[in-house]
């Protein structure tokens, strides 16, 4: 390894030395050979850690996502059979050291089939979590939860975006409107409960025909309903379904069954909603990017708030 893993930044706590990370992977399990820089974000750094019959997984979370490895690890101990095995984490310094979980569904083409076997479970998941969310909070999961979110366009809309100034000024007039679909939403009595906000088929993972789930820093305590945004948007991006596609009713039916019956209409204004607070999370992220690093980030930035302007211009 290298004597520093990634440059420790004014305003991040990531860095760290790399002896320091390969002393404490060795404290815990026994690599059968060299340990890897497996990818490098600004907001977390993952190691390959090679074990005999397998491979293990090492991740350094940034500080605008310190809270995933507490979160991750608390998920796994209430839910063993669909979050991926946690081998040992240290919140105080954001380090987290995963089980393999098996293929991720981005390498069987992230077909439909997958995520209908696998939404029920997420939702459950929430269901459960649902009980836990002031804890969560406590310990720095961001706070989107719906009464909170005409608040957090309004600071989305005091940032700089990357959209021309007509863009912004359609999201600006649709501020109050917002707000009331807000108060529509949180009056329908569905609870804010974890949201992963980047399910999707790079962070889903099959193994022995169990579905898990992964990477967990991008979440917020939020409506619940919120998720498919991302899952939907790949579905389309990588699976090429157009918006019509019957599959979309068929994943929306399918998650919403552990919830109850009658929640379609919910579901489409919690799926409105959810675009405007997926926008609200991005924005996060981009506070901790250098100047340089936003110029990559805002191409899909752009991206998530026009398809949170779609609707705006139709809600």
């Known amino acids: 390894m290298p004597n520093r893993l990634f440059e420790r930044r004014a305003d991040d706590s990531s860095g760290v030395a790399?002896?320091?990370?390969?002393?404490?992977?060795?404290?815990?399990v026994s690599p059968a050979g060299a340990i890897e820089v497996a990818h490098e974000r600004?907001?977390?750094?993952?190691?390959?850690?090679?074990?005999?019959?397998?491979?293990?997984?090492?991740?350094?979370?940034?500080?605008?996502?310190a809270f995933e490895p507490r979160l991750t690890a608390s998920l796994f101990e209430r839910w063993p059979d669909r979050i991926a095995e946690v081998l040992d984490h240290d919140p105080e310094r954001g380090w987290l050291l995963l089980a393999d979980?098996?293929?991720?569904?981005?390498?069987?083409?992230?077909?439909?089939?997958?995520?209908?076997?696998?939404?029920?479970?997420?939702?459950?998941?929430?269901?459960?979590?649902?009980?836990?969310?002031l804890d969560h909070l406590s310990h720095g999961v961001p706070d989107l939860r719906v009464e909170t979110l005409p608040?957090?366009?309004?600071?989305l809309l005091r940032r700089e975006l990357p959209l021309d100034a007509a863009e912004v000024a359609r999201l600006r007039?649709?501020?109050?409107r917002f707000a009331e679909l807000c108060r529509d939403l949180d009056a329908r009595g569905i609870p804010n409960t974890i949201q992963h906000d980047d399910l999707h088929h790079r962070n889903l993972y099959e193994r022995d025909g169990r579905f898990r789930i992964l990477d967990w820093g991008d979440s917020s305590i939020s409506h619940p309903f919120a998720s498919l945004?991302?899952?939907?948007?790949?579905?389309?991006?990588?699976?090429?379904?157009?918006?019509?596609?019957?599959?979309?009713?068929?994943?929306?039916?399918a998650y919403l069954e552990p919830w109850g019956s009658g929640l379609a209409e919910s579901f489409e204004l919690a799926f409105c909603v959810g675009t405007f607070a997926?926008?609200?999370?991005?924005?996060?992220?981009?506070?901790?990017l250098s100047d340089e690093e936003?110029?990559?980030?805002?191409?899909?930035?752009?991206?998530?708030?026009?398809?949170?302007?779609?609707?705006?211009?139709?809600?």
């Open 18 to 28: 790399g002896e320091e990370v390969e002393a404490w992977i060795r404290a815990r």
């Open 278 to 288: 997926h926008a609200c999370a991005w924005a996060r992220q981009r506070d901790h």
């Open 173 to 176: 007039a649709f501020a109050p």
């Open 151 to 155: 608040e957090r366009l309004d600071e």
């Open 229 to 253: 945004v991302v899952t939907f948007r790949f579905l389309e991006e990588i699976t090429k379904l157009p918006p019509d596609d019957p599959w979309f009713v068929w994943l929306r039916d």
């Open 101 to 133: 979980a098996g293929t991720p569904v981005g390498d069987m083409g992230n077909p439909p089939e997958v995520w209908l076997a696998a939404l029920p479970a997420y939702a459950e998941l929430q269901q459960g979590e649902s009980t836990h969310t």
């Open 42 to 65: 600004p907001w977390a750094t993952v190691l390959r850690v090679p074990v005999a019959g397998g491979q293990f997984w090492f991740k350094a979370c940034g500080a605008v996502q």
């Open 294 to 315: 936003r110029v990559q980030f805002d191409v899909p930035f752009a991206n998530v708030l026009r398809r949170a302007l779609a609707y705006a211009d139709v809600s």
